[in-house]
């Protein structure tokens, strides 16, 4: 489908705030009775809640952005009086781009190289504690609560509850917050998960600390820097067995 607009995510971004301009916007009531009315409301509302995540973040990389140029920009462009060419501008807007991608870059390497450190840490001193195992392969686990009955294949299915953080208590992901358990064949999760919840029996609930080479590695996804180290409570609930023809393999 053909793009209404022709500017790139990052020219939208330069044009599209004028909600951002709280000091300097005027309250306005405005009319939304017709179709035709919410429909022109609506582009100009979906630009700029979209687009304000991108100018947050420009901030937030340490770019200073101007909103009232912002604002006039946007409104040079409604009507087509730019003060710069489209070829100055795409120049600039290209500019910008790898500036915020190179500042990107630049803090992702900072914080893997943080998580590597803090990690080593956290995975020395948690091994030095009571009850703690470490397995060969350099899980950690701790048994909170003893489960019975059989213990799960890598083939099987397993249903949980858990609670996922980095080593500084930042929840990234949780079942119990959710509301509802997840359900998931075992084998197709981070290694960490597959090896340590085999060690579980139905109704246990175990405490696993996972180094970064068990779990996401040098991949940053976004709630979770590259080279985290990661610690789950998991609650096995249940075992959905594998096909007889899937074990086998």
Request: negative net charge; contains cysteine.
């Amino acid at each position: 489908m053909k793009s209404i607009y022709k500017l790139s995510l990052v020219a939208l971004a330069v044009v599209g705030l004028t909600a951002c301009n709280q000091e300097e916007a005027v309250a306005k009531k405005v009319e939304l009775t017709t179709e035709a009315q919410k429909e022109a409301y609506s582009v100009g509302a979906s630009i700029g809640k979209y687009m304000s995540g991108h100018i947050k973040e420009q901030e937030e990389l340490g770019f200073a952005v101007d909103r009232t140029l912002i604002i006039q920009g946007f409104s040079d462009g409604l009507v087509d009086t730019t003060d710069l060419t489209e070829e100055e501008m795409q120049t600039v807007l290209q500019g910008l781009d790898k500036k915020l991608n190179d500042k990107r870059l630049e803090q992702a390497e900072t914080l893997a190289a943080k998580a590597i450190e803090e990690g080593q840490k956290f995975l020395s001193d948690n091994q030095a504690k009571e009850g703690v195992v470490t397995t060969e392969s350099g899980l950690q686990y701790e048994v909170l609560t003893a489960g019975e009955g059989d213990k799960p294949a890598a083939e099987d299915t397993v249903e949980v509850h858990y609670r996922g953080t980095l080593t500084d208590g930042t929840e990234f992901d949780s079942s119990y917050t959710r509301g509802e358990p997840a359900k998931f064949p075992l084998n197709r999760v981070i290694p960490g998960w597959t090896e340590g919840v085999q060690l579980m029996s139905v109704g246990a609930k175990y405490k696993f600390v996972i180094p970064a080479e068990l779990a996401y590695g040098d991949r940053d996804t976004g709630t979770i820097p590259a080279n985290s180290t990661l610690v789950f409570e998991v609650e096995l609930i249940s075992i959905e067995k594998a096909p007889a023809e899937a074990a086998a393999k």
